[in-house]
Nanobody, 126 residues
């Protein structure tokens, strides 16, 4: 069982940066692939970024590539999403998700993740 708690969201202006954190409980955090997803009002939940259990592999949605960076600190049971050059279209509730030993080919599918956080709101004004 893993519990995930996101933090770091807020209201910013276009061009600003935010860093989201996702703190995980459980002793086997090292075994979990981690993902960030987002959901805007009236839209489906969409993949943002994911990272392998070791941190050695990452993958990004085209819409955030070059602006967002996912990382993890297994000693702190925490995964991060550094978001730079934010745009109004980045406005959404951001969720972190976890699943043990998830294949890279399945990272973008929210249905492949067993555990989810409650989400944190990110609002980017123009």
């Amino acid at each position: 069982q893993v519990q995930l708690v996101e933090s770091g969201g807020g209201l910013v202006q276009a061009g600003d940066a935010l860093r989201l954190s996702c703190a995980a409980s459980g002793r086997t955090f090292n075994n979990y692939s981690m993902g960030w997803f987002r959901q805007a009002p009236g839209k489906e939940r969409e993949f943002v970024a994911a990272i392998s259990w070791s941190g050695g592999n990452t993958y990004y949605a085209d819409s955030v590539k070059g602006r967002f960076t996912i990382s993890r600190d297994n000693a702190k049971n925490t995964v991060y999403l550094q978001m730079n050059s934010l745009k109004p279209e980045d406005t959404a509730v951001y969720y972190c998700a976890a699943n043990p030993w998830l294949l890279i080919s399945k990272w973008v599918d929210p249905n492949e993740y067993r555990y989810w956080g409650q989400g944190t709101q990110v609002t980017v004004s123009s």
